[in-house]
């Protein structure tokens, strides 16, 4: 609000004009991804609206997440940023500039809840690689023997079944052909509110001065003199900043179309319909009750303990299920169907016997945006000032305390002229005192060597 002097007659009155100053940044979506990064732009002195077409914050892919954060990932990068991120949800009001755990006036908080994460690996799994990675980060882990594995977890029926199947498929009860050993990853856990997250950033960012403008689609990228110069929205109205940060999640791809960065080489993003399911946790493997988070390789799908005695079962990917790409995420219904359902809880099933199958599927369908190395692309891209959180493969959640940080640090030193594509940003991972490398997030990388499904 700008104060003006005007004279009328010989009176002198004060006046309050609203002058609308073109912001530092425009981040389109109000995801977790975006109100994370509206956060550390706003709190790094920028001026930040964002927008999103959406009546809510968080009501895209970020309400169907699982939220799980977990460890296990392919690279040194991933695990790093994932690790990192852990600690920053586990002080979550420090993380979000709160006084104490209390809410400091935001309302409730999205809670931080520990749960151990046991993975289950196919045969032939390069084990090595991956505990390697976790002890390089510090992220403790155990490996259990099937011996431990049946006594810790007495719930678990612990044969190998390996290949996964569905359960049309003849040989789907057959096995077990071996038994499992698994590694165990104490220090896992979930976020028992991810839309509550999101709102919780988003508030932050408020504080600090973000404006945030729902209801509001961007229709086009403008341009000129070779950058972004702002966005256009579906009223006709311009928004102009010569800085726009792409967190659309699984619309991402489409913005990058409007952008005209979509034939430079870059890592490709798509959206992919996901389902994950609810049954009732059997007893011995509810949260507060002897059970874990589970990634089971051997059989194909995952699981997590929830709140209120249930557990979430949701896919891996395996050979024997198609992927469902959608040309739009809009097209989506939330609802689960029955093949999906039954081939993700039957397979849970065969992993815990006493296991109370629904009679019908009970749980939602979601969609995110997907690499083909399963990575996200944190970056600048070819257009000057148009920079994207996107890809996020179905496993970032975890990542968007982080998220925001990132971004602020690429816009900081691309902005400042730096040549990120020759010489990588790192960024620091304060809480647990390394540093990141964001050239693992380029989308020029050449594609890294990941498990090709969400684990990354
Ligand atoms: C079923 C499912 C399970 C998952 N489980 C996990 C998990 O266990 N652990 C984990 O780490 N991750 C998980 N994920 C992934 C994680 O939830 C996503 O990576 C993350 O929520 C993406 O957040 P986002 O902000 O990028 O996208 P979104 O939350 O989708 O936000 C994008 C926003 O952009 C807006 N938008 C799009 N286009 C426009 C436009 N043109 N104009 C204006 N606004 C626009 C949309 O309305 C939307 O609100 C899961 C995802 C799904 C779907």
Sequence with gaps: MT??????????????????AVPDVVVVGAGVMGASVALELQRSGRTVVVVDKGDAVGC???????????????????????????????????????????????GPLARFVRCPM??????????????????????????????????????????????????????????????????LVPDGGFIDDPRLAAANLMDAARRHGTEVRLGTEVVAVETGSGRTSGVRLADGTTLD????????????????VLAGVVDDGA???????????????????GLDDGGAMVADLDLGYYTRPAPGGTLLVGGVEPDCDPLEWVDDPDDVAPTPTVPCFEAQVWRLARRLPDLAVPHRPIGLAGVYDVTPDWMPIYDRTSLDGFYVAIGTSGNQFKNAPLVGQILCDLVDACEAGHDHDADPVTTNCHRIGRP??????????????TTGTVMG
């Design 267 to 285: 890592v490709p993003t798509r959206p992919l319909r996901q389902e994950v399911h609810v049954v009732p946790a059997p007893a011995g493997f």
């Design 241 to 256: 900043a010569p800085v726009v940060v792409n967190a659309a999640g699984p619309w991402s791809a489409r913005l990058n």
């Design 118 to 183: 046991l993975f289950l690996e196919p045969p032939g799994f390069p084990r090595a690689d991956a505990t390697i990675l976790l002890s390089t980060v510090g992220v403790p882990y155990e490996v259990l023997d099937e011996g431990e594995l049946r006594r810790q977890f007495p719930a678990l029926d612990t044969g190998r079944y390996h290949p996964p199947r569905r359960p049309d498929d003849p040989r789907f009860g057959l096995g077990p052909f071996g038994r499992l050993d698994a590694v």
């Design 436 to 449: 990141l490398d964001l050239g693992a997030f380029s989308r020029l990388r050449s594609m890294t060597a």
């Design 60 to 106: 895209g892919s970020t309400s169907s997440s699982s939220a799980v954060v977990r460890f296990n990932f392919s690279t040194l990068a991933a695990v790093t940023a994932a690790w990192e991120s852990a600690h920053r949800w586990e002080a979550w009001a420090d993380h979000l500039g709160l006084a104490d755990d209390a809410s400091g006036g935001l």
């Design 3 to 20: 104060p003006l002097r005007v004279k009328v007659g010989n009176a002198s009155l004060t006046v309050a004009l609203r002058l609308r």
